[in-house]
């Protein structure tokens, strides 16, 4: 089943199915696929699905939608394309296997920590909640991507990278803290003790 991996600056934020014969994606709440980015129009793009076939079609966006580094009106999507709204790349995937579908943990009231995509391990670490109604409680980073945060409000991923993890702000126009710095849409390299708080909640970095 063909599947868009939306990701900024190298860190994937969520993978959606196609599933539907139309498909759209915007910055507003009833689309598909949201984007909350001001560079994304409220109605930016839509898939459309004919048998194996999927065209990606711009509605007319104020930033314009570009696949592969080209601006498009209306494009055939091919396995390992890669479209580019703004910031965000969306890359195109269409291999015909079954997926696993993102599994997501409440850490508290309104508050989710998700997680997709196994890797090998880089070293045993874990985010360990200080603050509300799950203080206390510790949920291993055993994923590539973990979310943090309240969607709507403010998320941030920690990505596990070769020599370590970062964090960087997703979304929302609260930015979360490390030690009390506030970090933004670049990724900040986290180390064992690190104080983080995001949309009210405390949260301590642990590696081992």
């Given at each position: 089943?063909?599947?868009?991996?939306?990701?900024?600056?190298?860190?994937?934020?969520?993978?959606?199915?196609?599933?539907k014969?139309?498909?759209?994606?915007?910055r507003?709440p009833y689309?598909?696929?949201?984007?909350?980015?001001l560079?994304?129009?409220?109605?930016?793009?839509?898939m459309?699905?004919?048998?194996?076939?999927?065209?990606?079609?711009?509605?007319?966006?104020?930033?314009?939608?570009?696949?592969?580094?080209?601006a498009?009106?209306?494009?055939?999507?091919?396995?390992?394309?890669?479209?580019?709204?703004?910031?965000?790349?969306?890359?195109?995937?269409?291999?015909?296997?079954?997926?696993?579908?993102?599994?997501?943990?409440?850490?508290?009231?309104?508050?989710?920590?998700?997680?997709?995509?196994a890797?090998?391990?880089?070293?045993?670490?874990?985010?360990?909640?200080?603050?509300?109604?799950?203080?206390?409680?510790?949920?291993?980073?055993?994923?590539?991507?973990?979310?943090?945060?309240?969607?709507?409000?403010?998320?941030a991923?920690?990505?596990r990278?070769?020599?370590?993890?970062v964090?960087?702000?997703?979304?929302?126009?609260?930015r979360?803290?490390?030690?009390?710095?506030?970090?933004?849409?670049e990724?900040?390299?986290?180390?064992?003790?690190?104080?983080?708080?995001?949309?009210?909640?405390q949260?301590?970095?642990?590696q081992?």
């Open positions: 089943m063909p599947k868009m991996i939306v990701s900024i600056d190298g860190v994937v934020i969520k993978e959606v199915q196609l599933t014969d139309r498909t759209t994606l915007g507003r689309n598909d696929i949201v984007i909350d980015n560079a994304v129009s409220g109605e930016h793009a839509v459309q699905m004919s048998g194996a076939d999927v065209f990606l079609e711009d509605l007319n966006s104020t930033n314009g939608t570009y696949v592969n580094g080209k498009i009106k209306k494009h055939q999507l091919q396995n390992g394309d890669t479209v580019e709204i703004g910031k965000y790349k969306i890359k195109f995937a269409h291999e015909g296997a079954a997926e696993n579908h993102e599994k997501t943990m409440v850490i508290q009231a309104g508050a989710v920590l998700g997680s997709a995509g890797q090998p391990p880089v070293g045993n670490a874990a985010i360990k909640v200080m603050s509300g109604a799950a203080a206390g409680r510790e949920v291993p980073l055993v994923k590539v991507v973990t979310t943090i945060g309240k969607p709507g409000v403010a998320v991923a920690i990505t990278r070769p020599q370590g993890y964090v960087a702000l997703v979304e929302g126009a609260t979360p803290t490390i030690n009390g710095n506030p970090i933004g849409s990724a900040v390299n986290l180390r064992h003790g690190d104080l983080i708080e995001l949309a009210g909640t949260m301590q970095f642990i081992q």
